[in-house]
């Protein structure tokens, strides 16, 4: 009989006691994996849908010939995840075969580890594939202080840059994040894009007309994607926000 409840890991970090849990959810009698950041939920693979759509719509708004050479025939998209949580983003894209590398950003090192040791559902995909590299850091530091998201090339431009750490714009985990979400921070992103780059947020909001508007400030076009999903939990429908922002060829 499986347990209804396990704790799998838990570690104090800077920002409070994270802990990875699997449980059996009573509505649908499946498993399923929960992190939480002390009494707060940050994630469950019950909603994975939002999150993988980040990286496909973030994908797909990239221009064709940015895609792939079709005279080639090779992957050649570089993409960044800033937040690894239980590999839901990362996985989409690296389901994308035009994909060439990709680099995830996490600013806590318990959450690789989760993965490393195999604790979430899709770990061993995402750490056996050779275009993965799991970089542990602050997203927002790297980018405000100029370092980039490649150790060994800091002035690396890449195709796609996907956030998903923040539950908003406004609704900012830790108070250093909030820089991001003004003009200058989304302009400070976009030059860390190649030109016809594209940057996708997650969120759980709804979409903000004010920070589209921001988008469509710093960036040449801006779309709001509403994701729509089930939720057992409710018997209904629940829903994210997917911005996408592309930049000029």
Not at 65 to 71: G, K, M, S
Not at 214 to 222: G, I, Q
């Given at each position: 009989m499986r ?8 570690v104090?970090?800077?920002i409070?006691?994270?802990?990875l849990?699997?449980?059996v959810e009573?509505?649908t009698?499946t498993?399923v ?5 002390g009494d707060e939920?940050?994630?469950s ?6 999150e993988e759509?980040l990286?496909r719509?973030?994908l797909?708004?990239?221009p ?8 080639l ?16 983003t990362?996985?989409?894209?690296l ?9 995830v950003v996490?600013?806590?090192?318990p959450?690789?580890?989760?993965h490393r040791?195999?604790?979430?559902p899709q ?6 594939d ?5 970089l542990e850091?602050d997203?927002?530091a790297?980018?405000?202080?100029g370092?980039?998201?490649?150790p060994a090339?800091?002035d ?6 996907l956030?998903?750490?923040d539950?908003?714009?406004v ?5 250093s ?7 200058a921070?989304?302009r400070r992103?976009?030059s860390f894009?190649r030109?016809?780059?594209a ?18 400030e ?11 999903f ?6 209904g429908?629940?829903a994210?926000?997917v911005?996408?922002?592309?930049t000029?060829?």
């Amino acid at each position: 009989m499986r347990s209804r409840l396990v704790e799998l890991d838990w570690v104090a970090t800077r920002i409070g006691e994270i802990s990875l849990r699997r449980r059996v959810e009573p509505t649908t009698n499946t498993e399923v994996y929960e992190v939480k950041l002390g009494d707060e939920y940050l994630m469950s693979s019950m909603f994975t849908v939002a999150e993988e759509e980040l990286s496909r719509l973030t994908l797909a708004a990239l221009p064709d010939a940015q895609l792939n050479d079709a005279r080639l025939d090779v992957a050649r998209l570089d993409v960044v995840v800033g937040g690894l949580g239980l590999g839901y983003t990362a996985g989409a894209a690296l389901a994308d075969d035009r994909v060439r590398s990709l680099i995830v950003v996490e600013a806590l090192a318990p959450v690789i580890d989760w993965h490393r040791r195999d604790l979430v559902p899709q770990a061993r995909a995402l750490t056996t594939d050779p275009r993965t590299t799991l970089l542990e850091g602050d997203f927002f530091a790297l980018l405000r202080d100029g370092t980039g998201f490649d150790p060994a090339a800091p002035d690396r431009r890449f195709d796609a840059i996907l956030l998903d750490v923040d539950h908003s714009p406004v609704n900012v985990l830790d108070p250093s994040h909030a820089d991001l979400y003004t003009a200058a921070g989304l302009r400070r992103l976009g030059s860390f894009l190649r030109p016809g780059g594209a940057f996708g947020l997650w969120s759980d909001d709804a979409p903000d007309e004010g920070f589209l508007a921001l988008l469509r400030e710093c960036f040449v076009a801006a779309t709001a994607h509403v994701v729509t999903f089930a939720n057992p939990l409710t018997g209904g429908d629940s829903a994210n926000t997917v911005y996408v922002a592309t930049t000029a060829h």
